[in-house]
């Protein structure tokens, strides 16, 4: 069965940090684009940020730019979401999806999502 599972979510003080993981089973990520999307309650699911098979990476949200990163490591087939200086308008569910070919802004396009991941900043 092919499927991505994040983790990492959870409850975090304004200013605080997180790493989301997004690991795969069923197949492997070295041959997808991954993005990371989020969802805040009654707003469209909207791109964070995306790395591609090559390495590159594509900022979605300028809100989050010299705040959160993107990385992979293709020998635990886990992509990685760092977010530091996080801010309560970060609050989402934040989701995982795959690619097959380079990192797209269409959230159609992607072929393979995770069941999401909650983050709440909150003091």
């Known amino acids: 069965q092919l499927q991505l599972v994040e983790s990492g979510g959870g409850l975090v003080q304004p200013g605080g940090s997180l790493r989301l993981s997004c690991a795969a089973s069923?197949?492997?990520?070295?041959?997808?684009?991954i993005g990371w999307f989020r969802q805040a309650p009654g707003k469209a699911r909207e791109g964070v940020l995306c790395?591609?098979?090559?390495?590159?990476?594509?900022t979605g949200a300028d809100s989050v730019k010299g705040r959160f990163t993107i990385s992979r490591d293709n020998a635990k087939n886990t992509v990685y979401l760092q977010m530091n200086s996080l801010k309560p308008e970060d609050t989402a569910a934040y989701y995982c999806?795959?690619?097959?070919?380079?990192?797209?802004?269409?959230?159609?396009?992607?072929?393979?999502w995770g069941q999401g991941t909650q983050v709440t900043v909150s003091s």
């Open positions: 999806a795959a690619h097959r070919h380079y990192c797209s802004g269409y959230v159609s396009e992607y072929s393979y």
């Open positions: 069923g197949f492997t990520l070295d041959y997808y684009a």
């Open positions: 790395i591609s098979i090559n390495g590159d990476t594509l």
